[in-house]
Each structure stands twice: as C-alpha cells, then as structure tokens.
C-alpha cells in the first residue's frame, strides 16, 4: 500500500506570492490533517479535512486555508505569503480521524519564503 | 487538550533498553495515547499507540500505568536508527483529527 504523497517536496516563494500545497491520503483514508513544523513553534496543528469538509481547525491566520477533493486528496493554500510561513508544512491521513486510528505522515514539503 | 510532559533529551547504549517516560497526569477517559517519532527531515513516524492495557509491537512495548496519568515506551534493545525525536501524544476518540505535539524527548543512542 503506498504511504502518503506530498507535492512538491520543496519549495521556494517570496514574500506576498500564494502557495498550494498538494496531500495525496492512503487509499481508503478520508480524514486529512495538516500540520506546520518550525523550529520555534515545533509541530503545530492547521486543519483537518473529512468528506470534503472541514471539521476541526488549529490557530492559524485565515490565510491558511485548504481543501478536499471527492477523492481524499487534499490542498493546502497559504496566500500572502510571510517570512515566517517558512515551515516543513506535513499531512496526515487516517481512515476517519478518530482518536483510535493511526494517522500516517507523509514526507512534508519544506517551504522557504524569502 | 490534555498537555504531555516528556523529557527533553534521553541517551541510550546501542543494544541497550531505553525507557522513554511520558507524563499526562489530566488524561480523561477517552484519550488515546500515542508515541511517534521524527527524524530529521521526516515525517513524523508511528510508533505505538494504547487506551488502557500494555501493548506490544515489532517496533516497542507500551507500559500504561494504572492511573493512565503517565506511560513509558519501552525500546527493547535500540538501535543506531531509533535515534530520533519521540513525541507522546493524547488523541481523543472524537478529535477529529487532530494530534497535539509537544516537544518531545530527543533519544540520541551511543555505539
């Protein structure tokens, strides 16, 4: 069974430009999560993905915003982009999200704002 | 949330057991606890997850005490390759997938 799929895995953006982010789940898994790692704040929760709604959403400005398609996969946007967006922005999948389940990380996509 | 306290750092002998402790003295009833770890670059990686009872896996063991209000993960013997961050982490049942991550424990293993 493949693991979970993030494209790009690198990115570099200026400050002001906009970001998509691309999460392709495990087969079978509908629950999506992003996750933002920085050195000072470490792993840090944006927002989870169900059925193609949102249900759950961390502290994070509204220009953070996402995405799920019919298919699980998942979109991240980040929009007016800040020096401090520079991140390893990770997803995570699971069958339904719930407390019980594994949720499996897919590699991250490291974003560099300069 | 309930919170986690782990230590901040933790050395181990290589083929020696490492004993990784994790507090949650305000753990409710329908937590989950996890354990994952990270390394450098990566994703962070599941490890092993319990509600009540010991579990076991090929990767560790899960020591639960009986109040819940702390668990150890348990390296049988560690390896070069377990070096890494481990976070322990509280899931409720509903939580809609959400994980909250402390900072966690930074194993370094000794050859």
């Known amino acids: 069974k493949a693991g979970v799929t993030q494209t790009p895995r690198y990115l570099i953006k200026t400050r002001g430009q906009q970001v998509t982010l691309s999460c392709s789940p495990i087969?079978?898994?509908?629950?999506v999560s992003w996750y933002q790692q920085t050195p000072g704040q470490g792993l840090q929760f944006l927002f989870e993905?169900?059925?193609?709604?949102?249900?759950n959403k961390g502290n994070f400005p509204g220009r953070f915003s996402g995405r799920q398609f019919s298919n699980s996969r998942s979109e991240m946007n980040v929009s007016t982009l800040e020096l401090g967006d520079s991140a390893l922005y990770l997803c995570a999948s699971s069958f339904h999200g719930r407390g019980e389940e594994t949720q499996y990380f897919g590699p991250g996509t490291r974003l560099l704002v300069l | 949330d309930a919170k986690t306290t782990q230590p901040n750092s933790m050395e181990s002998n290589e083929e020696e057991p490492v004993h990784l402790p994790c507090n949650h003295s305000t753990i409710s009833g329908t937590d989950y606890i996890h354990w994952y770890r990270q390394l450098p670059s990566q994703g962070p990686e599941y490890v092993i997850h319990?509600?009540?009872s010991n579990v076991n896996n090929r990767m560790a063991s899960l020591a639960i005490a009986e109040d819940r209000k702390s668990s150890t993960l348990i390296l049988h013997r560690a390896t070069l390759r377990d070096a890494a961050v481990y976070y322990c982490i509280l899931r409720k049942v509903n939580n809609a997938g959400k994980s909250t991550f402390g900072d966690g424990t930074t194993l370094t293993v000794k050859p």
């Open positions: 319990g509600l009540t």
């Open positions: 993905y169900f059925s193609e709604t949102q249900r």
């Open positions: 087969s079978g898994h509908r629950s």
